[in-house]
């Protein structure tokens, strides 16, 4: 069974550029979540899909960011425009169940320059 | 003061030691506790879960939890050279069959090394 799949593993862009991340969770996995780390800090939770629908958006830093779901399978991460404070690794990870045995991609790694 | 804290290591214990990581959690109101282990640039691994207080074994693994200290560790075994890699403590408001949070609060991570 594949795995969470995530695209680009790697992205350089300027400053005020967009970038558009890609994740394909578990086949079946309907929860699909987005975390960010960025550098020195911690995993940080961003948001929280149930199917298409947005259950909690709560860690989203700010309206340059939006992810979308559409049809309730992958789902894709904007950051528009990119500033370089959003450097980092963006996780993609899904699960059966809300909040249990959460599975990760290898993450995309993003700098901005 | 860190929602999820963890032990700051680095953490270095000889092959076929007992290594012990610890993590403490500032939410009253977390159910469920992860370990993750990841390894560097690859994706964190789901290692360990505990809902209920007390110990919880796994091969070489053993996950403890103590809700009135806020206070949950991993101990591994005959710790081994491949263990090394970084440890991510994670927590959760949901709990085992209520109601269920997708949400997880991480630590920073304990770095394991393990020497031969």
């Known amino acids: 069974e594949a795995g969470v799949t995530q695209f680009p593993s790697h992205s350089v862009i300027e400053k005020g550029q967009t970038v558009t991340l890609r994740c394909d969770p578990i086949s079946g996995h309907d929860n699909l979540y987005w975390y960010r780390r960025v550098m020195g800090k911690e995993i940080k939770f961003l948001l929280h899909f149930v199917k298409e629908s947005k259950q909690d958006e709560s860690g989203m830093p700010n309206n340059r960011f939006l992810a979308e779901r559409t049809g309730g399978t992958y789902s894709t991460l904007k950051v528009q425009p990119a500033e370089l404070e959003d450097s980092g690794v963006y996780f993609c990870?899904?699960?059966?169940?809300?909040?249990?045995?959460?599975?990760f991609g290898e993450g995309s790694w993003l700098t901005v320059v | 003061q860190k929602e999820v804290e963890q032990n700051s290591g680095p953490l270095s214990v000889p092959e076929g030691a007992i290594a012990s990581l610890n993590c403490t959690y500032s939410d009253r109101g977390s159910q469920s506790f992860f370990w993750y282990r990841q390894y560097s640039g690859k994706s964190p691994e789901l290692i360990m879960f505990?809902?209920?207080?007390g110990d919880k074994e796994d091969g070489r693994f053993t996950a403890q939890l103590n809700k009135a200290s806020q206070y949950v560790s991993l101990l591994i075994r005959d710790s081994q050279p491949s263990d090394s890699a970084t440890y991510l403590c994670?927590?959760?408001?949901?709990?085992?069959?209520?109601?269920?949070?997708?949400?997880?609060?991480f630590g920073q991570g304990t770095i394991l090394t393990v020497h031969p």
């Open positions: 994670a927590v959760n408001r949901g709990s085992a069959g209520g109601t269920s949070y997708g949400k997880l609060t």
């Open positions: 990870a899904s699960s059966q169940v809300p909040g249990n045995t959460i599975y």
């Open positions: 505990i809902y209920s207080n």
